[in-house]
């Protein structure tokens, strides 16, 4: 039982990035998935939510406007897309699960977490 993050980089500030989260070994369609994402030197925060089906989303109010977060449930795959990426996008971005997406979706349980990936955005 494994999740994995991953597709993080160097971005220039104004460009995309596109974060990628793989399941091993239990279907990720029957959960819900967050991103979260710590800065250097902050504590580590929710970005977004969706839920197992895909038709309920999140997100913190600093990516909202220029964020997409996505799944396929065929390929145990989520992802989080940020467009217009500013130096204070710079973060380890770390994906989870949880059972559902609400309005609460930063809070606990988060059952599953993968290991992060580092997002870094050059001005």
């Known amino acids: 039982v494994q999740l994995q993050a991953f597709g993080g980089g160097l971005v220039q500030a104004g460009g995309s990035l596109r974060l990628s989260c793989a399941a091993s070994?239990?279907?990720?369609?029957?959960?819900?998935v967050g991103w979260f994402r710590q800065a250097p030197g902050k504590t580590r925060g929710a970005v977004s939510c969706?839920?197992?089906?895909?038709?309920?989303?999140h997100y913190v109010d600093s990516v909202k406007g220029r964020s997409t977060i996505s799944r396929d449930n065929v390929n145990n795959t989520a992802f989080l897309q940020i467009d217009s990426v500013k130096p204070e996008d710079t973060a380890v971005y770390y994906c989870?699960?949880?059972?559902?997406?609400?309005?609460?979706?930063?809070?606990?349980?988060?059952?599953?977490w993968g290991q992060g990936t580092l997002v870094t955005v050059s001005s």
């Open positions: 969706i839920s197992a089906s895909g038709r309920k989303t």
């Open positions: 989870a699960t949880r059972p559902g997406c609400s309005a609460n979706y930063f809070a606990p349980p988060y059952t599953k």
């Open positions: 070994g239990f279907p990720l369609a029957e959960v819900a």
